[in-house]
């Protein structure tokens, strides 16, 4: 196991966190905005309403704090394992220069013990990359619970039929996409996740 390949596991690591795990709650603004908001417009003849579950989420505020925490957590451990890789660079280079000098079953015993580190910080990252991945998930079955709970409300309050994702659907009238009231509902009944309590499930 060479130093390399603890680089390519950091930047691996490096990687998921900027790219794969905030895939589900990074939603980009609309480019257009759209004339006039028509959610309260349901049209009575037609008890059916999309909603857009991708958006809701992702722009709520309960998101926003989501990805600010796993933020803060990535940092924390990138500088966690940036300090070990520090420290394996170092004793690599240290076995390096004592290989021609040193006795055979002596080196031996030193470059055994750099791969069991080499090993560890294999095995950091992946609990690491474990630990975001189920923060995240799990804080993303809470937003779309509460948002399920308030789109059923307003389902019944509306007399709606039935509402359907958008994801779904070819297309659909503003005047039936009720997304926009569920993000302002679930801002104030889900302002944030209670990440102790995720955390405490790990």
Same mark, same amino acid.
């Given at each position: 196991m060479t130093f390399i390949?603890?680089?390519k596991y950091l930047k691996i690591f490096n990687f998921l966190l900027a790219f794969g795990f905030m895939t589900n709650l990074a939603i980009a603004q609309e480019e257009n905005v759209e004339a006039e908001d028509n959610n309260s417009a349901i049209n009575e003849a037609f008890p059916i309403a999309v909603v857009d579950m991708q958006k809701i989420v992702g722009q709520s505020l309960a998101a926003v704090k989501v990805r600010e925490f796993i933020e803060n957590k990535k940092q924390e451990f990138s500088s966690e394992l940036k300090k070990e890789e520090e420290d394996l660079k170092?004793?690599?280079?240290?076995l390096a220069n004592q290989r021609s000098i040193m006795p055979p079953d002596e080196f031996t015993e030193l470059e055994g013990n750099f791969r069991k580190r080499v090993e560890g910080l294999q095995q950091m990252v992946a609990e690491r990359n474990q630990l975001l991945e189920e923060i995240l998930s799990k804080s993303v079955? @809470?937003?779309? %619970?509460? !948002? =399920?709970?308030?789109?059923?409300? =307003? *389902?019944?309050?509306? *007399? %709606? !039929? %039935?509402t359907l994702d958008t994801s779904t659907v070819v297309i659909a009238a503003n005047s039936i996409n009720i997304s926009?009231? @569920? =993000?302002?509902?679930?801002?104030?009944?889900l302002p944030e996740v209670d990440m102790d309590a995720i955390l405490n499930k790990e």
């Open positions: 390949s603890i680089r170092k004793l690599q280079e240290d079955q @809470v937003i779309q %619970l509460e !948002a =399920i709970k308030i789109i059923t409300d =307003i *389902g019944k309050e509306k *007399g %709606l !039929a %039935l926009n009231s @569920v =993000i302002e509902l679930l801002n104030i009944n």
